[in-house]
């Protein structure tokens, strides 16, 4: 029974959970997160995924000569019209 | 450097600290300033057919460009290849720009499309933007509760996200890299991608489930260095 009770209620929050985190606000004072482990646990990782990825790919410069190749192309891109 | 773990940081750009603290600023890769003079000169000169203009307006936008093709399709070849075409395209249609939004969110969605129709070509299961962008509740993961927990609280290993992301949808891989990567906020999604705020957060949110769902089923031995 409380089993059930729970999963209502985990199922509830999850259900609000893109929202929540879409708001910006603090979820740390939550009423849900004060006595559910799993959804802090959950909350936890999808702060950690979205930290690591933004990490994983640094913001790059092209190589030198992409320029040309590009200038090239427009350059006949222009003549063929 | 393949295969090295990710520390864990206090929190993203899309998730605020459970100590409450603001989300950190934006990734050095995204303008969030209004076009300069110099800026707005060279779209009017390059809609005149000025070569010179347009070559300015490669310099200022090249970076980001080539990063979110690198982002979206992994590969230096393959970005540079869609980085040229977007520029071209840019140059095909810079005539048509009617500054009704800011030209860096034009060039942003211009190259979004050429991205996704790479992508396309390539057979990968993609489909239009919008279509892309439609919620598909039945390809969402699962809820968590009853699932173990992943507990990544400390390093991810770098190969398996990358992996992870790459086997994204081309839809919920756009939403993640500009939201939870390039650091635009919804509102400025669903304006790029032309769909709701709403949308945007709930794809996100299916996305890094996604990943989570991946991560936890990597090897023990991989998931955590």
């Given amino acids: 029974m409380n089993d059930h009770r729970d999963q209502a209620s985990c199922a509830d929050f999850q259900e609000r959970l893109a929202d929540l985190i879409g708001s910006g606000e603090d979820l740390s004072a939550h009423p849900h997160l004060q006595t559910c482990d799993r959804c802090r646990a959950l909350l936890a990782d999808l702060e950690t995924i979205a930290a690591a990825a933004r990490q994983l790919f640094p913001s790059v410069e092209p190589p030198d000569d992409l320029w040309r190749q590009i200038e090239s192309a427009i350059i006949e891109e222009d003549q063929s019209e | ?225």
């Fill in chain 2, 1 to 225: 450097m393949p295969g090295s773990p990710i520390p864990a940081e206090p929190h993203s750009p899309g998730l605020p600290g459970r100590n409450g603290s603001a989300p950190a600023a934006a990734p050095a890769g995204r303008s969030a300033t209004p076009p300069s003079p110099a800026e707005t000169n060279a779209i009017a000169s390059a809609q005149a057919g000025d070569h010179h203009a347009f070559s300015l307006l490669y310099a200022l936008h090249k970076r980001r460009i080539y990063s979110l093709c690198l982002r979206m399709v992994g590969n230096v070849t393959e970005a540079e290849d869609l980085t040229q075409e977007a520029f071209l395209q840019l140059h095909r249609k810079i005539s048509s720009f009617r500054g009704e939004s800011a030209f860096s969110t034009w060039l942003y969605r211009l190259t979004i499309n050429v991205v996704l129709m790479q992508l396309r070509k390539k057979g990968l299961s993609v489909v239009s933007l919008d279509e892309a962008m439609e919620p598909v509740p039945e390809e969402g993961p699962g809820r968590s509760f009853g699932a173990p927990d992943l507990n990544l609280a400390g390093a991810i290993d770098r190969m398996a996200l990358e992996r992870a992301i790459a086997n994204l949808s081309a839809g919920y891989r756009l939403i993640f890299v500009l939201h939870d990567i390039e650091g635009y906020e919804h509102n400025e999604i669903a304006t790029m991608l032309g769909c709701s705020v709403g949308n945007s957060k709930s794809q996100l949110h299916k996305a890094r489930l996604k990943l989570r769902e991946a991560l936890r089923n990597q090897p023990r031995q991989e998931a955590r260095l």
